[in-house]
């Protein structure tokens, strides 16, 4: 059965109805992959091509959501609408618009790209980051941690409000032995902290990233190098810290220094620790519950918004 789902008054606005279909109607081509049906336009209406009412509310929901968008001056892209997909049953609609109105440029790439925060939780994490001393990102992988941790600490190196940033993660062995491998501690790492050395590019190109690393205004280093330390006026990233021990987080932690910035980020649903050893950040976020100036975000699978594409392909590894 075919629906028809009339949109708000003043839609019939060509340019409004273009920006809403997309180029060759690509927007309503995904929210029809998305929601498994096929929906289709006449320039004056959307067509559903079903009669499932909580179908047809999410779509009403999110058209919605769109236009308003629109007529605030919003652009948003593929990975923006599969956000609103995910969303749209589970969060309060002004609570989403004000993502998009209120969402505050964090820097721009090498090429001159501004970057955003993508989902409400990067939002409130960029809030902490910047209202706080110390902050724990806990949540699955994909979701931005500690690249918006990176980004964050770069736009303060640029404004130069810090001297310099450290980013660190400990040597865990996560399936490979690091004893086969060349060179020493720092060298065996260093493969692992690619994400880190890839935000970078980003952001200051490989020259400048290249030649901040020789000048040790970024020091990218194992968690072991940290011992005896203590950072000052610096952002200090440690990344994959569900692998940390108690003893290591409180080593990591307690290097803190005045005009300093500590941001710790993980998965401890992760954790390649033996199973008799407790991580670390699981025990800081249970015992730095409510101290001033720590602040302490969760991301979920809403923050992880990928292709639709690649969600099938996970769903059909699980049943492999």
Known sequence: MTNIIK????INDLHEMVDLLGVHDKNIKLLGKLLKVNIFSNNEEILIDSDDEEVIKKLKKILSIMISLIRNNIVFSERDIIYLFHTADRVEQSEIISLFLSRKEIIKTFNGKPIYPKTINQKKYLEAIEN????LGIGPA???KTYLAVLS???KLKENQIKRIVLTRPAVEAGEKLGFLP???KEKIDPYLRPLYDAMYEVLGVKQSTDFIEKGIIEIAPLAYMRGRTLEN???ILDEAQNTTINQMKLFLTRLGFGSKMIVTGDVTQSDLPSQIQSGLVKASQ???????IKILYFDELDVVRHPLVQTIIKRFENV
């Open 7 to 10: 949109l708000e008054p003043g």
């Open 132 to 135: 706080n001393t110390i902050i």
């Open 142 to 144: 994909g979701t931005g």
């Open 153 to 155: 600490a770069l736009k």
């Open 183 to 185: 060179g020493d501690l």
């Open 234 to 236: 610096a952002y200090v």
């Open 287 to 293: 015992i730095l519950k409510n101290v001033d100036d």
